[in-house]
């Protein structure tokens, strides 16, 4: 068997040394969230916290998670992602099905019409309105019809769907298959990675986003969780700096930030490994090839 050179060796013992730092690098911050999602007022203030809780403390957990309007806000966050990605991804597939049709009439309009809604938007007051007079407002689909569909998605999936062989599809219409057949029956069984990192991408997305539900939900039963933690942070920082704070409200302004991303993040965290395995060959595979 052909042994490696010294060149190859050295470039391996390089390359893990970046790749190590690259992780710890990535890490640290996040293993730091943690720890001071546990720990104490004075020691966070103290900065003596890093990679290790200090002073452990549960106060702040123990506030959020005992409010029912924290459950309420989780419940209302996890309807809208399931409903937005499926509507995202319902669109987004059709229309990256459609531009993946070389002899298509208009297909470089069509292409064009999305890369322009990548640079140029209505601007925030004109989409305000525009849901308003629809009667979107307080309703899941203020948030999921707005940011239906994604550019860089539908691009990826274009050239994905692009990649995969025509007489297949030749295949399923002498056969007898409808469009819609091949697109159900044919396209999307040999599409499962792509088809899962764009739903890890569009629910990571929307659970994140607290924006929309700001500007479109008056109600506070309708609220998300990102919202219903914004304010819980604007309010514990905003007690803690007008003088009036106890023991238990300076607790909970130390480490309030921390706690939040922990709770908002543990979801997604739990999700991922799952669509792990797909990511990178759906990624590769929906990449533009030279």
């Not at 890490?27 to 104490?40: D, T």
């Not at 993946?100 to 064009?112: E, H, P």
């Not at 948030?143 to 769907?161: C, D, R, Y």
């Not at 704070?245 to 979801?267: C, D, G, H, K």
Request: glycine share 8%; hydrophobic share 50%; proline share 3%.
């Amino acid at each position: 068997m052909h042994r490696p050179t010294r060149g190859y060796r050295v470039f391996q013992g390089v390359n893990g040394v970046i790749l190590t730092l690259v992780v710890v690098v990535t890490l640290y911050p996040f293993l730091n969230i943690i720890a001071r999602s546990f720990s104490g007022g004075r020691q966070i203030r103290a900065g003596e916290v890093t990679l290790w809780p200090k002073g452990f403390n549960l106060t702040t957990y123990r506030i959020v998670l005992h409010d029912s309007a924290f459950w309420r806000s989780y419940g209302n966050t996890v309807f809208y992602t399931v409903v937005s990605t499926a509507v995202a991804m319902v669109l987004t597939t059709c229309y990256a099905y459609v531009l993946s049709k070389k002899n298509l009439r208009g297909r470089g309009f069509l292409v064009g019409v999305a890369v322009f809604t990548m640079f140029f938007t209505g601007g925030l007051i004109p989409n305000y309105v525009l849901v308003t007079s629809l009667g979107l407002k307080n309703t899941v689909w203020a948030l999921a019809i707005p940011n239906a569909i994604s550019v860089f998605n539908l691009l990826v999936m274009k050239a994905f769907f692009e990649s995969l062989p025509t007489e297949l599809e030749e295949a399923a219409q002498i056969d007898g298959l409808s469009t819609y057949g091949i697109l159900l029956r044919i396209v999307l069984p040999l599409s499962k990675a792509i088809v899962a990192t764009m739903v890890l991408f569009y629910s990571v997305s929307f659970w994140n986003s607290w924006f929309g539900a700001f500007l479109y939900m008056d109600r506070t039963d309708l609220m998300p969780v990102t919202v219903y933690l914004r304010n819980l942070i604007a309010g514990a920082t905003g007690g803690s700096n007008a003088g009036a704070e106890t023991a238990q409200l300076s607790q909970v302004a130390a480490n309030v930030q921390a706690v939040t991303i922990v709770l908002t993040s543990l979801p997604i965290l739990c999700v991922y490994p799952f669509v792990q395995r797909y990511f990178v060959s759906g990624m590769t595979l929906g990449a533009v090839k030279g």
